[in-house]
């Protein structure tokens, strides 16, 4: 074999191992917003025209969360908000429809006190979805049941689902190690049964 045919062969190698490695880096570029993201990101995708937007659109959310102030709750006010969860399932038996506004409200509070802005339910979810994108579907489920729930357009059963949505969000809002780590996702036998808990009550 000639040194020049040596030479070629080296750029041919050269040449495959650079689009080896670009084809390798690009693919994990992809995955990473949808790893982090979880179901938002194909949220993201459906509400934009292309991939490229709907990746721009989730990096800018993480840029804007950077530079929120996302602090835990104390181990007084985790308390305080269990109790008060506690007290609003009860309230669920008698009256469902003002216990799912009091929890959204319940929500929101959490919220607030960790840090998130609360000025526009679309802005929550962006800011929400950093963080919780894994289980926000279920935060998105309960507030469209809860504005049923005002113009009298909601079951009982669906005040009950929107109560379980909720509390999905609610628990994660409580943990103190969420900050800055997206969440797992929650499996359906994973939600919390509010019913088989009243059941037992």
Known sequence: MTIVTILWVAVAVAVILALAIGYVLLRRRREGPRRRFG?????ALNEQDSRGEAEQELRAREKRFATLDIIPLTPA?????AERWTRLQERFVDVP???VTEADQLV????AERGYPTGGF?????DLSVVHGRTLHHYRQAHRISGRAASGDASTEDLRQAMVHY?????ELLANDDEHRPQP????HEQPAL????ASR
Do not use: C, I, K
Request: charged share 25%; proline share 9%.
């Open 108 to 111: 929101t509070a959490a919220m």
């Open 195 to 198: 019913a088989d808990e009243q």
């Open 97 to 99: 429809g003002p216990a």
């Open 185 to 188: 996702a929650a499996t359906p």
């Open 39 to 43: 179901p938002e990101y194909e949220h």
């Open 77 to 81: 006010s985790r308390q305080t908000y």
């Open 122 to 126: 679309r802005q929550q979810l962006a």
């Open 167 to 171: 509390r999905v969000l609610f628990e």
